[in-house]
Each structure stands twice: as structure tokens, then as C-alpha cells.
């Protein structure tokens, strides 16, 4: 490992170990883990099948009901707020939205966004609306997984949030009445322009993500007309690690969706997801299927799949998730959508399924997002060129006091910390 990202691992180690021990439950299920790895290093492989469903059996026998279950939550929302870097909170700061090239279709408008997250730091994604909104509007997080590195401008059609995939499942809920903004994961997209592809290799992207993905919510409940009591998240693989991730720590979000991420044993591969001490601390441990157990009991929608690590949800994952519901009496609150033919991606019949949840829970109309036969219609959805989505252009250059390197990101966070 280079030295600047031992050097970023140390400091949020030391963050980490220097903050006070809270009062409450604390728990680490030693004879069931191997030990860490190194700091800095992402969790890929870290824990077996076995061990994780043993993780969670372990989990329910010492949380058996809903006040130790609290209990044990409050602790580890904490946990992972310090591991992430962001505790305490860093002060909020202008964000200094810049909303642009606005485009109407069928139903719906979509323009190109920037946000100043924090001072020199720049969130890039897509806004989109529906034209006729009939009262308050839903709105929406709409995060995306890792995409490879972009080498030509054409590779950019089929790159994370400019993906066919993702401009559906925006446009589908846009023209269903919700406000959705598409962002990009730090360094992918627009971001790959200010920062370049590998400066995702660093523990910081984790910090960054969800510091980012908090004031996205801020930027869309600042809108007029939208609904606070309506606040929704979906993504994929990475995506979906941002989605349970920010669902744990931010209780504005009142429905969340995880597709193809919800394991008792993989933690994701990447520094984004597990190279900072979320996951294990001296007092704490939490799997990803227990992460996900902190939306309870907001409504939630586990998507899994028969070709990865979310093979066994129906069998490991989804009873737990069940059981934390029952101690608040909201089984009804918790789905598993499992396509055991398919594998990892965020393909039609997945989209399809949270689109449905979605309508059901917002209490949308439907109808708006159906063919004549019933089934979920993406047709009317215009999919765009990459050019089109772009942030960054001619007429709107990457901004003169932006910042280059994660490192000075995660230094401006720590500053608004003090």
C-alpha cells in the first residue's frame, strides 16, 4: 500500500480509537471472526458462507428482542459513523446547486446538476422531474455500482449513471411523480474528469460517498414541493452499499431498496465499501445483512440473485431481516425479490420490482408506469447520450477552486469537523 493511503488509514484510525466508548451494548462475536486485516484494506473474502449465517444466528440469540435489539443499533449506528470518518457530523455547508440543460420528454424533464458537498467538492448527477406533478412529490437517491474506466468519450453511454439502465429506472419513477437525482459514485463519471478513475482506489471514497449521499437528501428536500415523509434510495452493488449505508445513518430516508449487496458474508470488494473500520471496531461488529436490519421499520426491499454473494438471501439473509422487523410488529415492512436465474446487474426485472415497491409504498399511480398488459413499461423513457447527461462542458468547465486528490476532500471534511 503507497503511503498516502496509509497515511489516510491512520488518521481515521486514530479517529476511530480516540473516540469515547458509548454507553449501551457492545458486542463482537470473536469466536466467529477471523482476524481484521490490515487498516486500510478492503473486506473481500473476509468471512465464509458459514460463518456469516452463523454471524447472524449469533446475532438474533443475543438481541432476542426489540429493546436489546435498540440498544445494540444505537451503538452501532455510532460504530459506523465513526469508522466512516464523519463523527461527529461535519457542519453543513452551502451547497451552491448549479441546475442546467433542462430537457422535457414523455412525462418528465431531466437536467444536469452540481452540488458543492462540501467547499471545493463537487457532486455531479442528473435531476429528474416529472412534468405535471398532481401535489408533494416523493423524491429519490438513485446510486449507481462500479463501472469500468472510461477510455474514449463513447464509453461514457454505458457508464455508471449514464447507463441505459439507470436514465430507465430515473425516468420510470420521474414519470411516476417522483423527484429523483442520479449521482455519481466519487471518481466515476463527471467526477472521473476532476479527480481521474484510480483516485477510487482510496479508503476517503467511503467517507466522500456518504458525506455525499447526505447532501444529496439535503439538495432534495430543499425543493419546493416535494414530500419530507417520502424520501426513497435505490442502487446496485456499490450502489447498493451506499444505499443501506446511508439508510442506517440518515432517518430522513423513509424507504430504501438494496439490489444484488445484502450479504452475511461479502462486505464488497472495494475501498468505497469496506476499507474503513465500518464493519469492526473494539466493540462492534456488523455484517452487511445487519447494516441492512438498521432500516427497520422503514420499508425496505432486498433484491437478490442466483449468480453472486447474494445467492442464499431467501435462505440467510431475508429471516433475519424478518426476525428484526417482527420485534416492531412491520414483517409486512420487509421484501426479498429473488431471481435465481439471473446474476449481478441491475437489469429489467429488478428494476421492474423496486418500480412496483415504490409505487405501492408512495402510494404512485401505477398505471403511469404499465403497458396494456399490466407489466412495468420502460419504453417511454428517453435514453440519452452520454454528452447530453454531462455536467462538465464547454459552456460549464469544471469549476477554478475545485479540488484534485481525495486526500484534500477528506482533510476539508475533518476541518468542518472541528
Given at each position: ?8 488509514a ?20 470473536e ?27 449469533a ?6 428482542n ?57 457532486i ?40 441505459p ?131 427497520a ?13 447474494t ?5 440467510v ?23 435465481a ?56 468547465p ?10 484534500s ?9 472541528e
Amino acid at each position: 500500500m503507497n503511503l498516502k493511503l496509509t497515511s489516510l488509514a491512520s488518521v481515521f484510525g486514530m479517529l476511530l480509537s480516540h473516540s469515547a466508548l458509548t454507553e449501551g451494548v457492545h458486542w463482537v462475536p470473536e469466536s466467529l471472526l477471523p482476524p481484521p486485516p490490515p487498516a486500510g484494506t478492503p473486506l473481500a473474502g473476509y468471512l465464509s458462507v458459514e460463518q456469516g449465517q452463523a454471524i447472524l444466528e449469533a446475532a438474533l440469540k443475543q438481541f432476542p428482542n426489540p429493546e436489546s435489539w435498540d440498544a445494540y443499533a444505537k451503538h452501532a449506528r455510532q460504530r459506523i459513523q465513526e469508522g466512516a470518518g464523519l463523527s461527529p457530523w461535519p457542519k453543513r455547508t452551502p451547497l451552491n446547486p448549479v441546475v442546467r440543460n433542462r430537457r422535457t420528454y414523455d412525462g418528465y424533464t431531466v437536467e444536469n446538476v452540481i452540488l458543492e458537498s462540501v467547499p471545493g467538492h463537487f457532486i455531479t448527477g442528473n435531476l429528474y422531474r416529472p412534468l405535471n406533478p398532481t401535489g408533494p412529490c416523493p423524491v429519490f437517491l438513485s446510486t449507481h455500482g462500479h463501472s469500468k474506466g472510461v477510455k474514449s468519450p463513447e464509453d461514457y453511454d454505458d457508464h455508471a449513471r449514464f447507463a441505459p439502465g439507470m436514465q430507465a429506472r430515473c425516468g420510470t419513477l420521474a414519470r411516476m411523480g417522483v423527484i429523483v437525482l442520479s449521482l455519481d459514485m466519487f471518481a466515476h463519471g463527471d467526477s472521473i474528469q476532476v479527480f481521474g478513475y484510480a483516485a477510487h482506489k482510496n479508503p476517503a471514497a467511503l467517507t466522500i460517498q456518504l458525506w455525499n449521499a447526505i447532501r444529496a437528501v439535503d439538495y432534495l428536500l430543499s425543493l419546493e414541493g416535494v414530500d419530507p415523509k417520502r424520501v426513497g434510495v435505490s442502487g446496485e452493488s456499490g450502489g447498493g452499499t451506499q444505499s443501506f449505508l446511508l439508510t442506517a445513518l440518515d432517518s430522513r430516508v423513509t424507504l430504501s431498496v438494496p439490489v444484488v449487496m445484502v450479504s452475511s458474508y461479502f462486505f464488497g470488494g472495494c475501498f468505497c465499501e469496506s476499507a474503513l473500520p465500518i464493519h469492526r471496531s473494539a466493540d462492534h461488529f456488523v455484517n452487511n445483512a445487519m447494516i441492512a436490519a438498521l432500516a427497520a421499520p422503514r420499508p425496505q426491499l432486498v433484491i437478490s440473485d442466483g449468480k453472486d454473494w447474494t445467492k442464499d438471501v431467501p435462505r440467510v439473509e431475508f429471516p433475519f431481516l424478518q426476525q428484526i422487523y417482527s420485534y416492531y410488529g412491520e414483517e409486512k415492512e420487509i421484501s426479498n425479490v429473488h431471481l435465481a436465474d439471473e446474476g449481478h446487474d441491475y437489469g429489467p426485472s429488478k428494476r421492474a420490482a423496486m418500480i412496483t415497491f415504490v409505487g405501492e409504498k408512495f402510494g404512485l399511480d401505477l398505471r403511469l408506469a404499465k403497458d396494456a398488459s399490466g407489466a412495468i413499461d420502460e419504453s417511454k423513457v428517453t435514453i440519452e447520450h452520454a454528452d447530453q447527461l454531462h455536467v462538465f462542458d464547454s459552456k460549464f468547465p469544471i469549476p477554478a477552486h475545485a479540488l484534485h486528490d481525495a486526500k484534500s476532500v477528506a482533510d476539508v471534511i475533518r476541518k468542518l469537523q472541528e
